[in-house]
């Protein structure tokens, strides 16, 4: 697909790293596949993946989790 912030890349499979903070929590996603620009280096999660990352991070919300680090797994 065309990058839609640099409008010259083309996105590529690549593996990234996301880091979300939510209250008292930090969560730090490892290999989770993501589109990224080959030009500008611009990553695109798709919508699904966004939505498991959400529920994992709900989850570890409840938990109680202060820091975590996770290896995202399809
Ligand atoms: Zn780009």
Redesign the pocket.
Same mark, same amino acid.
């Given at each position: 697909m065309k990058?839609a912030? /640099?409008r010259?890349?083309n996105t590529v499979d690549g593996r990234i790293s996301i880091v979300l903070d939510k209250e008292q929590t930090t969560l730090v996603f490892k290999d989770v596949p993501a589109q990224v /620009?080959d030009? /500008?280096g611009?990553e695109y999660l798709s919508s699904e993946i966004n939505k498991e990352l959400l529920k994992l991070a709900n989850a570890a919300i409840k938990r109680g989790v202060y820091l975590e680090l996770l290896k995202y797994a399809a």
């Open positions: 990058c912030i /640099c010259h890349g /620009c030009n /500008c611009e």
